[in-house]
């Protein structure tokens, strides 16, 4: 399963977390991250490939991703974490965004579900499906191929497929 077809089970916790420590490695987690650096930035390395995390980067972690951290400057993260139904194949990944508003304010009321009312509510599971659904947008835009002539020769391929 991809991270676009995701099945959550359950969030597990919603945290602010603010890093006080310089290194320290994340391994055997059983539940997935999806979140936002605020504020700092911390270098993570996953073996396979590795990344930047600093203000206004979206991210996915895989539960099955063990990595390292390093913290260059402290700041302040806010994630999710869930587990799903099925094992997802996507690696993790980071987006940088111009405009995190939305990303931060289905974070703030996932964090208002979870306590007025039981971890497992509609609301609460509907709201991280919103948050997921943002983020896989938010990489494909950042991914997408930019060249007009592929996008001009995309539009003809749509406008004229039959």
């Not at 999710?80 to 990303?103: G, L, M, Q, R, W």
């Amino acid at each position: 399963m991809t991270f676009e077809n995701i099945r959550i089970k359950k969030v597990n916790s919603i945290i602010r977390y603010k890093s006080n420590v310089k290194k320290w490695s994340v391994k055997s987690r059983h539940h997935h991250f999806v979140g936002i650096k605020l504020d700092g930035s911390s270098y993570h390395n996953f073996g396979y490939h590795d990344f930047v995390l600093s203000r206004n980067k979206v991210y996915f972690f895989n539960q099955k991703d063990d990595y390292e951290v390093e913290a260059y400057e402290a700041g302040d993260s806010f994630s999710v974490h869930f587990t799903t139904y099925e094992d997802i194949e996507t690696e993790s990944f980071c987006v940088a965004v111009e405009n995190s508003d939305e990303f931060i304010a289905l974070l703030q009321k996932a964090e208002t579900l979870s306590k007025l009312k039981g971890r497992e509510d509609l609301d609460l599971l509907a709201t991280l499906y919103k948050l997921c659904s943002l983020l896989s947008h938010m990489r494909e835009k950042a991914y997408a191929p930019r060249n007009d002539r592929m996008l001009a020769a995309r539009e003809y391929i749509d406008l004229h497929f039959t």
